[in-house]
T-cell receptor
Framework: DVKVTQSSRYLVKRTGEKVFLECVQD?????MFWYRQDPGLGLRLIYF???????EKGDIPEGYSVSREKKERFSLILESASTNQTSMYLC???????FGDGTRLSIL | GQQVMQIPQYQHVQEGEDFTTYCNSS?????IQWYKQRPGGHPVFLIQ?????EVKKQKRLTFQFGEAKKNSSLHITATQTTDVGTYFC????????????FGDGTTLTVKP
């Protein structure tokens, strides 16, 4: 069974902080994705990666960056957190996609 | 990227009633995937349809892919309380990269 592990289930940070969300998969998948999910807005793709050190912007990349130094790990970075980045963040891998449990991030 | 539209946004049914959600695309899809997200959970992959006119069944769930490969549906027969959740369809954003464009989902509630 595919296992996608996100480092935190809940996270509270302050405006202006640099925030790291980590995602690790155990299936040697090349593709990894970061989404945010907000009520009424569905799943929106932030960034994805199809190989180590490769990344492409999704639909809403502004205010975010990513890092993929190793195949199994894909990190989402909020460079300077803002309150409008309060959301549920979901990491996924593969295609069809397997999701982690999500990180509910609150920016105060 | 491709836009996948899903209707209805919400559906409330009495237990035992049937339920259908529809997914439409303005462009031809090479495949379509369906996911279910339980309340408080994460989306879970249900099935992928690839062929024109394809019909697949999983117990009480029937999935169809349109002849033109621009629409799809998920039908649940005789809903149960365990069917509650949000059902998403997803089309390929970029087939080579495996990126998907998700519909906004249909949230199903079932009254016992």
């Amino acid at each position: 069974d595919v296992k996608v592990t996100q480092s935190s289930r809940y996270l509270v940070k302050r405006t202006g902080e640099k925030v790291f969300l980590e995602c690790v998969q155990d299936m040697d998948h090349e593709n990894m994705f970061w989404y945010r999910q907000d009520p009424g807005l569905g799943l929106r793709l932030i960034y994805f990666s199809y190989d180590v050190k490769m990344k492409e912007k999704g639909d809403i990349p502004e205010g975010y960056s990513v890092s993929r130094e190793k195949k199994e790990r894909f990190s989402l970075i909020l460079e300077s957190a803002s309150t409008n980045q309060t959301s549920m963040y979901l990491c996924a891998t593969g295609g069809p996609q397997h999701f982690g449990d999500g990180t509910r991030l609150s920016i105060l | 990227g491709q836009q996948v539209m899903q209707i209805p946004q919400y559906q409330h049914v009495q237990e035992g009633e049937d339920f259908t959600t529809y997914c439409n695309s303005s462009t031809t899809l090479s495949n379509i995937q369906w996911y279910k997200q339980r309340p408080g959970g994460h989306p879970v992959f249900l099935i992928q349809l690839v062929k024109s006119g394809e019909v697949k069944k999983q117990k009480r769930l029937t999935f169809q892919f349109g002849e033109a490969k621009k629409n799809s549906s998920l039908h649940i027969t005789a809903t149960q309380t365990t069917d509650v959740g949000t059902y998403f369809c997803a089309g390929p954003y970029n087939t080579n990269a495996g990126k998907s464009t998700f519909g906004d989902g249909t949230t199903l509630t079932v009254k016992p």
